[in-house]
């Protein structure tokens, strides 16, 4: 609603300069696999930090089976480190696809997890910034 467009942000940036403010809803579907291997524990950190007191993350993680995985430049992970980053982290769901499917380029073997986590009420983590 009119009344509510103050609280949506939608910021178009690279994952290494992005900032991200307090938040009840982080989604990610089908891009933090694109952050740089190198940047991605930073940038998970700024998502981690960024979420509320019973706020949620709704996104996806790329397994290592996705046939994409050979890809220096993406990020891929086991099961047990995906789940790893949920640590502290009411999981609400956590569901594994490990199969065939339709990508923009034809089809492609896909391997993620679909996640969505919910922080508990403890206080968050200070944003620089804020």
Same mark, same amino acid.
């Given at each position: ?6 609280? $949506?942000? $939608? @910021?178009?940036?690279?994952?290494? *300069? /992005? !900032?991200?403010?307090?938040?009840d =809803?982080?989604?990610?579907?089908? *891009?933090?696999?694109?952050? =740089?291997?190198?940047? #991605?524990?930073? !940038?998970? @950190?700024?998502?981690?930090?960024? $979420? &509320? ?6 996104? @996806?993680i #790329?397994?290592?089976?996705d ?7 993406? !990020?891929f992970l !086991?099961?047990e @480190? ?7 982290l009411?999981i609400e769901?956590?569901?594994? #696809?490990d ?13 993620? #997890?679909?996640?969505?986590?919910r ?5 968050? /983590?200070? $944003?620089?910034? &804020?």
């Open positions: 609603p009119a009344g509510q467009a103050s609280r $949506l942000e $939608l @910021q178009n940036a690279p994952f290494e *300069s /992005a !900032t991200l403010g307090a938040a =809803l982080i989604y990610a579907y089908a *891009s933090l696999p694109f952050s =740089l291997p190198a940047d #991605f524990p930073a !940038t998970w @950190q700024k998502v981690r930090a960024a $979420l &509320n007191p019973g706020g949620r993350f709704a996104g @996806q #790329f397994g290592v089976r046939e994409w995985a050979e890809d220096t430049r993406m !990020t !086991t099961v @480190q995906a789940r790893a980053l949920l640590e502290g009411e769901r956590f569901d594994e #696809f199969g065939q499917g339709n990508s923009f380029l034809g089809s492609k073997h896909w391997h993620y #997890f679909n996640i969505v986590a922080n508990p009420t403890a206080r968050r /983590a200070t $944003l620089p910034g &804020n």
